[in-house]
């Protein structure tokens, strides 16, 4: 079974600076997406930014990026520049790559929640 | 494209009633998905379908849950005789079949049992 820890529940940051938060995994698959979605208070969950496990090339998205590191099973999400609208809680989420039987529930981490501070 | 939908948005109810949940996906996503959300926790997968197919159900989808989707279209999630642990924000979502297309996420039913 797959799972996905997220070891950090709460986070301070002030606005304008970079923000890591951290995400570790289990999983026997060798094909599989990693998500980072971000849930703001009261509003629906939206997907910030995907990896295919088989990329070594980390996925960017303007001011967020990824460090996925496959050997050691990690997955953290960088935010560059930190606006007041990131503040929100940020889910990893893991889900494995399709085939002939998918399974493409998607298995999310407890989350962190994020403060972006004026 | 209007969004994954659901409705009602809050439901308040006593222990023992049942509730109905409703789902419209976006139009031509033929992949429906339920999660639980308890306070403090990531969602938790409960069912899909693939058009009108219930495909998979979770240990969690006890006897007293029940989903449906007639016609392929919009999705129901059913639970009878409520308890104070099904108080919980029930997300849908929504995905094109083709390929590993990303799941579209609804703003969710927040379920209070009193």
């Known amino acids: 079974a797959q799972t996905v820890t997220q070891s950090q529940p709460e986070m301070s940051v002030q606005e304008a600076e970079t923000v890591t938060l951290s995400c570790t995994y289990d999983t026997s698959e060798n094909n599989y997406y990693l998500f980072w979605y971000k849930q703001p208070p009261s509003r629906q969950m939206i997907l910030v930014i995907r990896q295919e496990a088989y990329k070594q090339q980390n996925a960017t998205e303007n001011r967020f990026s990824v460090n996925f590191q496959k050997a050691a099973k990690s997955f953290s999400l960088k935010i560059s520049d930190s606006q007041l609208g990131d503040t929100a809680m940020y889910f990893c989420a893991f889900m494995k790559q399709g085939g002939m039987n998918r399974d493409d529930k998607i298995i999310f981490g407890k989350g962190t929640r994020l403060h972006i501070l004026p | 494209d209007t969004g994954v939908s659901q409705d009602p948005r809050h439901k308040i109810t006593k222990r023992g009633q049942n509730v109905t949940f409703r789902c419209d996906p976006i139009?031509?996503?033929?992949?429906l998905y339920w999660y639980r959300q308890t306070l403090g926790q990531g969602p938790e997968f409960l069912t899909y379908?693939?058009?009108?197919?219930?495909?998979?159900k979770s240990r969690l989808l006890s006897d007293r849950f029940s989903a449906e989707r007639p016609k392929g279209s919009f999705s129901t999630l059913e639970i009878q005789r409520t308890e104070q642990g099904d108080s919980a924000m029930y997300l849908c979502?929504?995905?094109?079949?083709?390929?590993?297309?990303?799941?579209?996420f609804g703003d969710g039913t927040r379920l209070s049992i009193l």
């Open positions: 979502a929504s995905s094109r079949d083709l390929g590993d297309q990303p799941q579209h």
């Open positions: 139009s031509e996503h033929n992949r």
């Open positions: 379908f693939q058009n009108e197919a219930q495909l998979e």
